[in-house]
């Protein structure tokens, strides 16, 4: 088997109108697909797919499930508004030799990375 490349990825959600203000609102982002009678809903992010769905007992959310780590232009800035908004953070910004980092928790609990790559010369060893 080869993988060619990320199809998508799903976030389970338990309330679609609660987690689309969080997701559109919240981090700003604009739908680009709704199916299902609204239970999935997508969103371009650069070349990817990043959906939410409420999809019934199956596929229910975790705050120990799967992670999207989303790309910020401004990492001080986005974390600063996340604040600002009251959102949950499961991991205090932190830096390691290749990026910045903070991990936030949506209305289900489920985790999600602000990241901010260096740019290559104020990297570290990243190994």
């Known amino acids: 088997m ?3 490349e990320i199809g998508f990825v799903g976030i389970p959600v338990t309330d679609i109108p609660r987690a689309r203000k969080f997701y559109e609102d919240v981090l700003g982002l604009q739908v680009s697909d709704e199916m299902m009678g609204g239970k999935w809903i997508e969103y371009t992010v650069g070349g990817n797919t990043l959906a939410i769905a409420n999809v019934g ?10 992670g999207a780590a989303l790309e910020v232009e401004n990492f001080d800035e986005a974390i600063n508004q996340l604040r600002s908004q009251g959102v949950p953070f ?4 932190f830096e390691t030799p290749c ?3 903070a991990v936030v928790q949506d ?3 489920n985790k999600l990375i602000i990241h901010k790559l260096k740019p290559e010369n104020e990297k570290g060893v990243c190994k």
């Open 2 to 4: 080869k993988i060619k």
């Open 107 to 109: 209305p289900d609990g």
């Open 99 to 101: 990026c910045h980092m």
């Open 57 to 66: 007992e199956e596929w229910k959310p975790s705050d120990q499930g799967t």
């Open 90 to 93: 499961a991991a205090e910004p």
